[in-house]
């Protein structure tokens, strides 16, 4: 077991030392992939191929996954970044949470349930976790990631990222 420190607090996480450890199917095909030179976008040829492989309109776990390698390889995101939008990660400004004070870690969750988003239909948006992923799913997600978290959304290198990844979903759905 190892014992960290956070932010003045220990924390004690168990390594794969300690418990066997099977990786997922996203971690075993991740393992696989090269990060490309990083660029901005696919050049036609590129987004021609992918519309040939998948559909984004209703993509399998295995596709998704398959198409973030694609678009790590070619530079479009980082593995990490991959990751995220794989995970449904939602960044949050660190420097706003106190870590002596009782509360939740995504700031603004209060404000985005009471905007009228449909948090079950944004939840859907994690559908690698439930086994169907594609552009709607995404979108769905990413608004809802956008009202929940205290980051500056258009600054932020992660929505950017997300908002690329999107992109490339509209066009294969073309």
Known sequence: MTIRTINGFQIYAVTRNEVEYKPSYFQQQAEKWVEGAKRDQLSEEELDALKKKYNSRNMSREETVALLGELVEAGIMTRSTARDIYCGAVPLDVSKINPTKTQGTLTKSSASMNSGLNLPGALGGLG??????????????YEYAKSSTDV???????????????????????
Do not use: H, P, R
Not at 128 to 141: I, Q, V
Not at 153 to 173: R, W
């Open 128 to 141: 690698a976790m439930f086994g169907t992923c594609g552009l709607s799913a995404y979108k769905n997600w």
């Open 152 to 174: 500056d959304v258009s600054q932020s290198a992660y929505f950017q990222d997300c908002n690329k990844y999107l992109e490339i979903l509209e066009q294969l759905s073309a």
